[in-house]
């Protein structure tokens, strides 16, 4: 199974962003896919969730800002990233919980893309 993000990009404070990860591979279907980020010097945190069911989590610092989305039919999740600030830099990770054709089940990582917010 193969994640590719695409989206990211320098933006100014108050711009706005759309990451996309296209999931890939002997995919049966997918459960949870969430969004990551890491900015230099810290951990990676969670930014968001959403279900197969499309309910959705966020972490406080984003809410009201990133809407996350999925497209089951082509395994793809989105991260709409408005009023983006400076903070907001990182390099974001998308993530999959996959159940493959076999039924086995695999947790899968996107490359990376970075994320810069300045003037």
């Known amino acids: 199974v193969q994640l590719v993000e695409s989206g990211g990009g320098l933006v100014q404070p108050g711009g706005s962003l759309r990451l996309s990860c296209a999931a890939s591979?002997?995919?049966?279907?997918?459960?949870?896919m969430d969004w990551y980020r890491q900015a230099p010097g810290k951990q990676r945190e969670l930014v968001a969730v959403?279900?197969?069911?499309?309910?959705?989590t966020y972490v406080d610092t984003v809410k009201g800002r990133f809407t996350i989305s999925r497209d089951n039919a082509k395994n793809t999740v989105y991260l709409q990233m408005n009023s983006l600030k400076p903070e907001d830099t990182a390099v974001y990770y998308c993530?999959?919980?996959?159940?493959?054709?076999?039924?086995?089940?695999?947790?899968?990582w996107g490359q990376g893309t970075q994320v810069t917010v300045s003037s």
């Open positions: 993530s999959a919980d996959v159940i493959l054709t076999t039924r086995a089940r695999l947790g899968s």
């Open positions: 591979g002997s995919i049966f279907s997918i459960n949870n």
């Open positions: 959403i279900t197969s069911g499309g309910s959705t």
